[in-house]
């Protein structure tokens, strides 16, 4: 695919409120907007050598630091490691996961003291003024010593394509690179998706982050099932959890000259209303699990 | 059926009360027909006579900004009457059209169709194309200057038995006319309505959508797994089909367990197959009623349908299909390419992530309608037993895993049009008989106004009804509810494997072995005891019997009465009559050697095959599954269009059936071949 351009056609839940069209105005719900990926920023070059490809060294001496990178000790339950990321100026940590290729993304990450040097990724979704880029930082930690060496930090202007009328509404961003589009959007506490192979993956950090691959179109899909931590009044007079829904699929057929990128989001207006969504959360065998 | 008044109850959701005599004739057997002009008699025998009054067909701008007309059939469709939109709305119980003003919800007009409507269009001089289910043939209505919206009928075209769906090409050049029980594509010539072609296809074609090049008609098919696509340009027209079965996904622990299952079982040898299955497991398909095609991006057709897991039928299972607690029947929206007439694998997939039931409500296992507004790059689809409109992204390469929005309607929803300038859906539910006007919204304010009292609904006029209409009103719900504990665990409703009270054409894994679906419609009558094992010594009986194999709490009283009330008198298909010299001599021939000594076809499935003899017969048919070896002499009337045969499904044809069957049940060994020809075409004809 490389650099292709890309179609994207946006299609809305209730609640959808922007959609992608080469300016970062929302367009109104119920439209329909297409634009070229091209108008979707694509990943900034690495400044560094992507961890991957670099090999682990044997030892980080302790005093070696990562600005931003907390890694303490922890006794209880059990010796253990815990790497966090600092507060950035609003107060949002970072999301970590241990592989560049998969995005089950957390508040910290937990390793045992006798790791040998592990890799972590830092991202960050950082909105301001309209505006939003996502970070990405390779951390090599050793957890023998507690030190920690970063490869180096990019960053990416993301392109809002949709967003959530429900809570703060919320928007979901992309970008793209050689060989997938990627949906960034913020999310107060808890998500949890599945990938188009029915894999499923949660974040309790402050984003959630979804990858389509973008090399096998013949319909392959990604979809997400989220759920905010928003507390509202249900039907039935006690709390609810308002859940939501993004679905998102990357699909060519033969009239297509390009992969056609469709995001939908949904949400429920009505939390615990059948009607639209039921008020519950969505356990990892895909089964909906009453809300507590 | 024969009564001073008669009724027709179709499954798929007519009601026709038809007074005798009224509307033309009787209902199903296609007879009685109306006096009017049957077939033009030159180029223009057929064309306006009042050319520029009345409605004129509804157009919206297209992505591309031009104007642009539906050229695919539905029970709803809008026109613009002066300034006003109007809906006429085909009324299958009534034989009616009605005329409703969108604008005051006021019903205009009401005018008789001359039979039982299946889909109306619009064509491009503005004339009104109705299917007549009952009638084999397609009426042509003419604007007249009425205020009110009303036609008049101008003339009529002769189908195949029972035409349901239409469509016409781009270039509005030619007319497409499918045929549910006479199974064909027609064509026509849309300046003289001359017939084109004809083509075969395979069992219960329903809609039709043309491709944007106009050069191929893709059909869905109630039943059998496929669609058609129909080479519409050239000399061939052959239907090739478009295999739409569909596979689950399984959970690595489900698949494991499935996997552990399967090596238990001694008699399937499935070890050798268990690495294979493990992944994915086959579903077919079923309940293609509806079609349309995208706009943006353009050059896919969407078919709503229903993946079907039937279980293993060489195992005995605790009830119908498979016991492993995965959804028997899931929804469906299969995405095919246009170019390549290939599905979208993606779209046929259930994901290990949605065979629980649908996060947001009862599952479309009902799909009837179907529209895309493309204002909006998104599909909706009516859910009868369910009565839902649900909304799905058209641009998802899975549009059924990005449902988007859902509306309560009334019962029965069978039509529906997008008014795309006016950002609403009209639905027609036929069972409530009420128009739902749902609001879509075009802006965020709409939207949120929309929510609060989204759907308007008025009921239409109706022909006076009589004391039983309104338990055969109550059956015709019950046999459609899906999603309804009293009837299943899993959400099948009756018509989920009895689509407008015929068969799914599939074999189900049961306690008592493999069980092929039977015909329910016309077929009931002095044919008991029912089941293939003949257990059900009465309708009421086996029906709660199959409550029990459905894992259903059962239905009592009044309830089950209409049920069984609907059943028993859901409208046969319709016949189709011989009309040629040497088909009535080939016929008489064949019903000679049904009903003679030698062939002994009538010894036990009586005469003219309509009154079998109530026992259980081996006719060594017994498969490695079934747990006995006798089965229920069946009806064989309407067996012509209920392929595949047996209890287990073996023989996919009448002509396979009764040469292996030769010698276990009659004989058929001594005939001649042109003999086995006129035995095979007069069953063919029961």
């Known amino acids: 695919m490389g650099r292709a351009l890309f179609v994207l056609v946006v299609a809305s839940g209730v609640s959808m409120a922007g959609v992608a069209s080469g300016s970062d105005a929302a367009a109104p719900p119920g439209s329909l907007e297409r634009a070229s990926l091209s108008a979707i920023p694509a990943a900034s070059p690495n400044a560094y050598a992507p961890a991957k490809s670099v090999k682990p060294p044997a030892r980080i001496p302790a005093k070696e630091t990562a600005a931003g990178i907390r890694v303490d000790a922890q006794t209880s339950p059990a010796p253990q490691l815990r790497i966090t990321s600092e507060p950035d100026a609003a107060g949002a940590t970072a999301c970590l996961g241990l592989n560049v290729a998969m995005w089950p993304l957390f508040d910290d990450v937990q390793l045992s ?10 991202e960050r979704l950082i909105e301001q003024n309209g505006n939003a880029i996502l970070t990405l930082e ?143 959360v969505m356990s990892s065998n895909g089964n909906l699990m009453p809300v507590p | 059926m024969a009564r001073g008044r008669q009724f027709a109850v179709r499954g798929f959701g007519v009601l026709a009360l038809l007074l005798a005599g009224a509307a033309g004739g009787g209902c199903g057997a296609g007879k009685g027909l109306s006096s009017a002009a049957r077939q033009p008699g030159g180029a223009n025998a057929c064309a306006r006579t009042r050319p520029g009054v009345g409605a004129v067909a509804y157009t919206a ?200 299952q399967m090596a238990k079982n001694k008699r399937t040898g499935a070890e ?194 009589r004391a039983e209409t309104a338990d055969l009103a109550l059956g015709r719900r019950l046999f459609h509810a899906s999603s309804d504990s009293r009837i299943s665990s899993d959400g099948r409703a009756c018509a989920s494997c009895h689509p407008d009270g015929r068969d799914d054409t599939i074999t189900w894994a049961t306690p008592d072995g493999p069980r092929q679906t039977p015909v329910l419609a016309g077929r009931l009558d002095g044919t008991a005891p029912y089941a293939w094992s003949g257990t059900g010594e009465d309708v009421k009986t086996h029906l709660t019997h199959t409550f029990q194999r459905l894992r259903g709490q059962g239905l009592k009283g009044n309830e089950l009465d209409s049920l069984v009330a609907y059943i028993t008198q859901m409208a046969p298909p319709p016949a189709e009559t011989a009309t040629a010299s040497a088909d009535r001599s080939r016929l008489e021939r064949g019903s000679q050697i049904f009903h003679s000594d030698e062939a002994a076809c009538a010894s036990c499935h009586g005469k003219n095959g309509a009154s079998p003899d109530g026992l259980k017969h081996d006719v060594a048919s017994r498969s490695s599954s079934d747990t006995q070896d006798d089965f229920d002499t069946p009806s064989l009337r309407f067996v012509g269009g209920s392929a595949p045969y047996f209890h287990d499904g073996r023989h996919a044809s009448l002509r396979a059936l009764l040469v292996a069957s030769d010698g276990k049940m009659g004989r058929v060994s001594h005939l001649a071949p042109a003999d086995l020809d006129a035995l095979e075409a007069y069953v063919r004809s029961l």
Not at chain 1, 145 to 172: N, Q
Not at chain 1, 241 to 267: F, W
Request: glycine share 8%; proline share 6%; with cysteine.
């Open chain 1, 138 to 280: 390779d951390v090599f930690i050793d957890p023998r010593t507690r030190g920690a060496r970063s490869l180096g930090i990019t960053s990416t202007a993301l392109k809002p394509v949709a967003a959530f009328a429900a809570d703060a509404g919320e928007r979901v961003y992309a970008y793209r690179d050689d060989a997938s589009v990627h949906l960034v959007w913020r999310t107060t506490k808890q998500v949890r998706w599945h990938d188009a192979r029915g894999a499923s993956a949660s974040a309790n950090c402050g984003h959630g982050h979804l990858v389509l691959d973008a090399k096998d179109t013949n319909g392959p899909k990604s979809s997400v099932l989220a759920m905010s931590s928003s507390s509202v009044t249900g039907w039935s007079g006690k709390p609810a959890l308002r859940q939501y829904r993004l679905t998102a699929s990357l699909s060519k057929s033969s009239h297509d000259s390009e992969p056609i990128l469709s995001v939908a989001v949904a949400d429920s207006r009505e939390p615990g209303d059948a009607q639209a969504f039921l008020g519950g």
């Open chain 2, 272 to 465: 050798v197959e268990g690495n294979a299955a493990a992944e994915k497991r086959e579903r077919t398909s079923c309940q293609g009623f509806a079609l349309a095609k995208t706009v943006v991006p353009d050059g896919r057709v969407l078919a709503p349908q229903v993946l079907v897991e039937s279980g293993d039928t060489r195992e005995p299972t605790s009830g119908y299909g498979s016991a492993d607690g995965q959804p028997s029947e899931v929804s469906d929206v299969a995405v095919i390419d246009q170019g390549s007439d290939s599905p979208f694998a993606a779209s046929l997939v259930v994901r290990s992530t949605r065979t629980s039931p649908a996060a947001n409500g009862p599952d479309c296992l009902l799909p009837r309608a179907a529209a895309v507004n493309p204002a909006r790059g998104s599909l909706f689809v009516t859910c009868v037993g369910s009565d839902t409109l649900v909304e799905y992204d058209a641009a998802s390469s899975e549009p059924h895993g990005s449902e988007l929005r859902r509306w309560r309607v009334a019962s029965g929803p069978t039509g529906v049009a997008i008014d795309w300038a006016s950002g609403r859906a009209v639905v027609w539910s036929q069972y409530d008989r009420v128009l739902n006007v749902v609001t879509l919204g075009r802006g965020l304010e709409q939207e949120l106004s929309a929510s609060s009292e989204p759907v308007v609904r008025m009921a239409v006029s109706r022909r006076p009804a």
């Open chain 1, 113 to 122: 003291p006798q790791n040998p040097v592990t890799f972590v990724r830092v």
């Open chain 2, 61 to 260: 701008a297209a992505s591309n900004g031009k104007p642009e007309r539906v050229r695919q059939g539905a029970q709803v469709v809008l026109a613009k009457l002066g300034a006003s939109t109007v809906a006429y709305v085909a009324d299958e119980d009534d034989g009616t059209i009605h005329v409703v003003d969108l604008g005051s919800m006021l019903e205009l007009a009401t005018f008789d169709a001359g039979g039982t409507p299946g889909q109306m269009m619009m064509t491009a001089d503005n004339r009104l194309l109705v299917t007549l289910r009952d009638k084999a043939r397609v009426q042509v209505f003419e604007p007249t200057e009425s205020p009110t919206g009303a036609m008049v009928e101008r003339c009529s075209i002769d189908t195949a038995a029972e035409p349901v769906g239409l469509a016409a090409t781009p270039d509005d050049a030619t007319l497409l006319v499918t045929s549910g029980w006479g199974h064909a594509l027609t064509a026509l010539d849309a300046g003289n309505l001359h017939r084109k072609f004809q083509a075969d296809l395979p069992r219960e074609p329903r809609s039709i959508v043309v491709s944007d090049d106009g050069a191929k008609a893709y059909v869905a098919h109630a039943v059998g797994s496929a669609m058609s696509v129909v080479d519409l340009r050239g000399d061939e027209h052959r239907a090739r089909p478009i295999p739409l079965k569909g596979a689950d996904e399984l959970p690595k622990f489900r698949a494991r367990k499935r996997m552990v």
